[in-house]
C-alpha cells in the first residue's frame, strides 16, 4: 500500500513563509507528477501545483511568484515553498501523486491534508 505523509503546515501570519513537505512510501515502481491542491472552507479542492518527474512546473495564478514546488526524486518528496502568504491562502493543503506499482499500473494517491493558517 502506498502513502503520502504530509508536514509542515501550521499558523503563519500575512507576509510569512511555510515550507511543506510530502514523503510518498510503499510499493512504488515509479512515481510520475506529484502536486500539492488545497480546499478551504465553503470552496472546491483547487490545484495549487504540480511537478513532473523530468522537474516540469506548473502553478495556479493565484499563486505564481510566490510558492515554488520541488522533488527529491532520490527520497519520493515533494515540497512546497511557500512565501509573502495571504490570508485567502488559508485552506487544507493536500498532496497527490500519479505513480506505477510493481504491476505498471498508473494509479493515484493522496495525503490525509495538512491545515494552513495565515491570519494576524
Known amino acids: 500500500q502506498v502513502q503520502l505523509v504530509e508536514s509542515g503546515g501550521g499558523l503563519v501570519q500575512p507576509g510569512g513563509s511555510l515550507r511543506l513537505s510530502c514523503a510518498a512510501s510503499g510499493r512504488i515502481f515509479s512515481i510520475n507528477a506529484m502536486g500539492w491542491y488545497r480546499q478551504a472552507p465553503g470552496k472546491e479542492r483547487e490545484l495549487v501545483a504540480s511537478?513532473?518527474?523530468?522537474?516540469?512546473?506548473n502553478y495556479a495564478d493565484s499563486v505564481k511568484g510566490r510558492f515554488t514546488i520541488s522533488r527529491d526524486n532520490a527520497k519520493n518528496t515533494v515540497y512546497l515553498q511557500m512565501n509573502s502568504l495571504k490570508p485567502e491562502d488559508t485552506a487544507v493543503y493536500y498532496c497527490?501523486?500519479?505513480?506505477?506499482?510493481?504491476?505498471?499500473?498508473?494509479?493515484?494517491?493522496w495525503g490525509q491534508g495538512t491545515l494552513v493558517t495565515v491570519s494576524s
Open positions: 497527490h501523486a500519479y505513480y506505477r506499482n510493481y504491476n505498471l499500473i498508473y494509479l493515484e494517491v
Open positions: 511537478i513532473t518527474s523530468r522537474g516540469t512546473t
